[in-house]
């Protein structure tokens, strides 16, 4: 039986003062790799680690015993009030949420990273903080990574990869409020048909009204693809920006480009 609460599967427990939920095969695993400390820092300090750039470092790493090998973040705070609010939460966190929307849009057929568990600590004032863990996708990068290339072909396969994943969250009543190029994954980011998935879904809300929902994501994620031509340098053209928005609109398969 599932523990109350939880997706099936997943357990809760305890250890040295932390409270952990995660899947039940990686429970073992997880203990082991906190070792009296935080499953953040096993991270950062493991040898094989990958650092992953977003809001703060995230690490790809294996769990002990290869049981998973995992993308392990610090849940950190966002906007004009991050540099007071940093890493520190009102309890629950929003870890829990983010694990009951991710198995939801899951089921409503978004694709999104299998999260496989979280680690809470206290902090004071009954506040606390949170690391989350997720299956490491294989042979990925998130959208920007695509549009920064001068590889128009690989740009135009990656949009129109990312103009599904919109069509899915309206599809799903998922309004995505940091849907941006960094929250868009890109598995078999090289392939001629990358497939995408959405990241960082703790503020992802439903509503009724999927086509509020498709323009909203849509006006959301192409105001960071712009930001990203003008301050980082993306090759992404306003013609193929257009192309992308007319993709979301009405299903059809991205203008070729005839040259890279």
Not at 212 to 233: D, I, T
């Amino acid at each position: 039986m599932p523990a109350p609460g939880l997706p099936s599967g997943f357990v809760r427990f305890a250890s040295a003062g932390s409270q952990i939920v995660c899947a039940g095969h990686v429970a073992d695993a997880v203990r082991d790799a906190m070792g009296g400390g935080t499953l953040y820092r096993y991270a950062e300090r493991h040898p094989q680690a990958r650092a992953l750039a977003g809001r703060g470092v995230a690490y790809a790493v294996p769990l002990p015993n290869d049981v998973e090998h995992v993308v392990i973040r610090h849940n950190r705070h966002g906007g004009l009030l991050a540099p007071f609010t940093r890493d520190v939460f009102r309890a629950p966190t929003r870890a829990p949420m983010e694990l009951q929307l991710s198995e939801t849009l899951r089921a409503r057929s978004v694709p999104t990273p299998l999260m496989l568990g979280y680690v809470t600590y206290d902090a004071a004032a009954g506040f606390q903080r949170a690391d989350v863990m997720t299956r490491e996708v294989p042979d990925s990068a998130d959208l920007s990574v695509a549009l920064r290339s001068d590889d128009a072909r690989m740009r135009e396969r990656a949009l129109s990869a990312s103009a599904a994943i919109v069509r899915a969250l309206s599809r799903a009543g998922a309004r995505h409020h940091d849907l941006n190029v960094k929250n868009i994954l890109l598995s078999g980011a090289h392939d001629v048909a990358p497939t995408a998935m959405v990241l960082d879904v703790d503020r992802v809300v439903f509503l009724t009204d999927g086509d509020a929902v498709l323009e909203a994501n849509l006006a959301r994620l192409l105001r960071s693809a712009r930001k990203w031509q003008a301050l980082h340098g993306a090759r992404v053209t306003d013609a193929e920006l257009d192309a992308f928005a007319a993709a979301v609109r009405e299903p059809a398969p991205l203008p070729l480009t005839t040259s890279s």
